[in-house]
């Protein structure tokens, strides 16, 4: 079994400063892990992505997360939070199950509002 | 075209008929998944398509829902008898994925259809 929880449903910053968008995962297996961004009537998109390589992941547009396997997370991060990132933002967990399916399991999202 | 693309990208109909939702996903990508969005709500996985295999229909919340992907491309799914609650976007994923969980692949999303049931 499988879960994953982002413990915010909204995060406001203002531009400039940092981001830190939190998830936290459960698995049976080990997992591979993702962020996906949502912009405002647009389609999903690959922010980044863990699958047992390095722990720290860098994506797109400055983001990365760190996969701390002691504490179950994948938080993303970025240093500088800009006006476009204003996004929703889901974690995503596929570990497979014994019948060999990588069905992922996405959180319910993390709105992020970014102030000027 | 590039990306994945989904057809129509706005259904309303009435309570009670049946629909259908195409998505095209990316030439080549062998695995093909279906999501339903609810407003404020992440992705509720529905069907998983991945090459020769029987599909993955965990997802599908009742008998009324339904899919095929045909000659490992195109695929339609079906909402017989639509009920409020089916009201939702509706998105398509494909990828490259293979077996084991180093070898999934980054999906890419379609823009999604989104159904209102009146």
């Known amino acids: 079994a499988q879960s994953v929880t982002q413990l915010d449903s909204h995060v406001s910053v203002s531009e400039g400063t940092p981001v830190l968008l939190r998830c936290n995962y459960s698995?049976?297996?080990?997992?591979?892990l993702f962020w996906y961004v949502q912009h405002p009537n647009k389609g999903l998109q690959l922010l980044l992505k863990y699958t047992s390589a390095a722990t720290l992941v860098k994506g797109i547009n400055g983001f990365e997360a760190e996969f701390k396997k002691s504490e179950t997370s994948f938080h993303l991060t970025k240093p500088s939070a800009h006006m476009s990132d204003a996004a929703e933002y889901f974690c995503?967990?596929?570990?497979?199950?014994?019948?060999?399916?990588?069905?992922?399991?996405f959180g319910r999202g993390t709105s992020l509002i970014v102030h000027p | 075209g590039a990306g994945v693309s989904q057809s129509p990208s706005n259904k309303v109909t009435e309570k009670g008929k049946d629909v259908e939702l195409r998505c095209d996903p990316i030439s080549g990508h062998t695995a093909l998944y279906w999501y339903r969005q609810s407003l404020g709500q992440g992705l509720e996985f529905l069907i998983y398509f991945q090459g020769n295999s029987a599909p993955d229909k965990s997802g599908l919340p009742s008998d009324r829902f339904s899919a095929e992907r045909t000659g490992g491309s195109v695929s339609t799914l079906t909402i017989q008898r639509t009920q409020q609650e089916d009201s939702a976007v509706y998105l398509c994923?494909?990828?490259?994925?293979?077996?084991?969980?180093?070898?999934?692949?980054?999906?890419?999303f379609g823009p999604g259809t989104r159904l209102t049931v009146l």
């Open positions: 994923a494909s990828s490259l994925d293979g077996v084991g969980p180093q070898l999934i692949g980054t999906q890419y």
């Open positions: 995503v967990v596929s570990a497979g199950t014994s019948g060999g399916s990588y069905i992922p399991t």
């Open positions: 698995s049976s297996y080990s997992p591979s």
